[in-house]
């Protein structure tokens, strides 16, 4: 029992670390860029390609998703674009949250407590604004690593118990179990970068064979279910906005659903055409893989749904439509005269 407890305790404080560090980075990296960030984005609307690219390098230099998307509903809802330019940007978005997950598959751990130090020095000594929300965003990034360095300490325990692993493998055998369980600590945890981090440390612990835990075919329907679960950020950032800022979140859940539905049959040569990708020990890799398939996944589906901008209007239009006008009632013109004919008299 005690075991368990420092587990849990060490999972959730090494998980609390990384969403504040990436939360700290995150709002830091915003407050420095996020203007040029939003004149970038209402600038570059006319080219659905170059809206995409966009939105990928907004995502990527801001460090959230989330903050382009919430972003983007904005300039919907104040009338600054329509509905057809905000869904490229929001395909873009996808694409640039997936680089959380390739810079989390480098091995920092020897470096991390020299960052976070950077980080703090530079945060607490800098004069100028920008230079301070500079050593911010480098000690955040720092205590992101540090809780991914946390939980993987905890993990491996846990990796070796014949009870957890045998109940791992029932989840990874049933593929659409899987996508159930990202989704659920996607919808959780609110973050998933997050849960692609855990689910990337998780993965690269042995088991009792001396293999991953999980594998990378097990791991990628709970990668499915992570991209699943996100959609709520921006479901709930539409919630008393306008009807096309909501139509704006639909996209984005259909967008991630409709990757999700077809993914999930394509497991087995998904896993093949990554491992091809990223080859070498599974154990050494699979944090890479997981990453891999994250973009891939995004960079397949706008590839997929950018020529079918026009059909997912179509879709969310459908789904959403505008309300109808109530219809006027029939005038009556003899109610309407002042001074009606008193027929009964004449």
């Not at 990928?56 to 509905?83: C, D, E, P, R, Y």
């Not at 500079?134 to 990034?141: D, N, R, W």
Request: a neutral charge; proline letters at 5%.
């Amino acid at each position: 029992m005690e075991e368990l407890l420092q587990i849990g305790l060490g999972l959730f404080g090494g998980l609390a670390l990384f969403l504040y560090g990436m939360n700290l980075m995150s709002s830091s990296l915003q407050e420095a860029a996020g203007e040029r960030m939003r004149s970038i984005l209402a600038a570059v609307t006319k080219n659905p390609l170059v809206a995409v690219l966009a939105g990928a390098v907004a995502t990527a230099v801001l460090q959230s998703s989330s903050a382009t998307t919430v972003m983007t509903i904005g300039f919907v809802a104040a009338g600054l674009m329509n509905l057809r330019q905000a869904i490229p940007i929001i395909m873009g978005a996808n694409i640039g949250t997936t680089i959380t997950a390739q810079i989390i598959a480098f091995k920092l751990s020897d470096y991390v407590l020299g960052i976070v130090l950077v980080g703090f020095i530079v945060m607490s000594l800098a004069k100028q604004s920008k230079v301070k929300l500079t050593g911010t965003a480098i000690f955040g990034f720092g205590l992101l690593f540090l809780g991914i360095d946390t939980m993987g300490a905890v993990m491996k325990p846990l990796a070796e118990n014949p009870v957890f692993t045998d109940m791992i493998a029932q989840v990874t055998g049933v593929p659409i179990l899987g996508v159930a369980v990202g989704t659920i600590m996607t919808l959780v945890v609110q973050s998933s970068s997050a849960t692609i981090a855990v689910l990337q440390n998780f993965a690269a612990q042995a088991g009792p064979d001396g293999a991953s835990v999980i594998g990378l075919e097990g791991a990628l329907p709970i990668l499915l279910g992570d991209n699943l679960g996100t959609t709520i950020t921006a479901l709930l950032a539409s919630v008393g906005q306008s009807r096309d800022a909501k139509r704006v979140a639909l996209s984005h859940c259909i967008f991630n659903l409709s990757g999700c539905l077809l993914f999930v049959w394509l497991i087995g040569p998904a896993a093949s055409v990554v491992a091809a990708l990223t080859p070498g020990s599974e154990i050494e890799v699979i944090a890479r893989q997981i990453a891999n398939a994250h973009t891939l996944f995004n960079v397949t589906m706008t590839l997929l749904w950018l020529p079918l901008v026009s059909l997912m209007v179509r879709i969310v239009m459908a789904v959403l439509p505008d309300h109808p006008r109530r219809p006027r009632r029939p005038r009556n013109p003899v109610a309407e005269t002042p001074f009606a004919p008193d027929t009964a008299a004449a």
